[in-house]
């Protein structure tokens, strides 16, 4: 991490599974936060995961919106979503963070056929909207490098 303010991760659907998470209802330990008191990141976790996770994001967009403040949502996209939602929230300049596509603790897999839900999903789908007038996509062995170039 940066530092800055570091919590512990939790993870709150299900039970404590991977290295580093913690029980959600523990309070969370603070390192370096009088450096830089007023920074924070606020993130809904696992939207998508059961119903009326994308209402309490959306009741929570005019108390930040009213403060001048962003939020970010990591979605699962095999869970059922509000895409209109999650559109509308990345248009108002809030960030969708990546997440997994099924939410799979893979550490605890020795099933291979059990770690692919989705075999018909796409395994990459990019879409780029930017206005470069070039774009690369590189994957070598397990790692995938962008590059857009020019200007529109």
């Known amino acids: 991490?940066?530092?800055?303010a570091q919590f512990p991760a939790s993870d709150v659907v299900g039970a404590v599974a991977g290295v580093g998470n913690v029980s959600s209802g523990l309070a969370p330990v603070v390192r370096n936060f009088n450096t830089h008191p007023a920074r924070f990141s606020f993130?809904?976790?696992?939207?998508?995961s059961?119903?009326?996770t994308e209402d309490y994001v959306n009741s929570l967009l005019p108390i930040?919106?009213?403060?001048g403040l962003k939020l970010?949502?990591?979605?699962?996209?095999?869970y059922a979503v509000d895409w209109d939602s999650?559109?509308?929230?990345?248009?108002?300049?809030?960030?969708?963070?990546?997440?997994?596509?099924?939410?799979?603790y893979y550490t605890t897999n020795t099933n291979p056929q059990a770690?692919?839900?989705?075999?018909?999903?796409?395994?990459?789908?990019?879409?780029?909207?930017?206005?470069?007038?070039?774009?690369?996509?590189?994957?070598?062995?397990?790692?995938?490098?962008?590059?857009?170039?020019?200007?529109?």
């Open 86 to 104: 999650v559109n509308n929230w990345y248009g108002a300049g809030h960030e969708i963070d990546s997440h997994s596509w099924s939410h799979q």
């Open 115 to 152: 770690a692919t839900p989705y075999p018909n999903a796409p395994a990459l789908d990019l879409r780029y909207t930017g206005s470069g007038t070039a774009a690369t996509v590189t994957i070598a062995g397990n790692v995938l490098s962008t590059s857009v170039t020019g200007a529109a």
């Open 72 to 78: 970010n949502a990591a979605v699962v996209p095999s």
């Open 50 to 52: 059961s119903a009326g």
């Open 43 to 48: 993130t809904v976790d696992d939207v998508g």
């Open 1 to 4: 991490g940066n530092n800055v």
């Open 64 to 67: 930040f919106s009213s403060r």
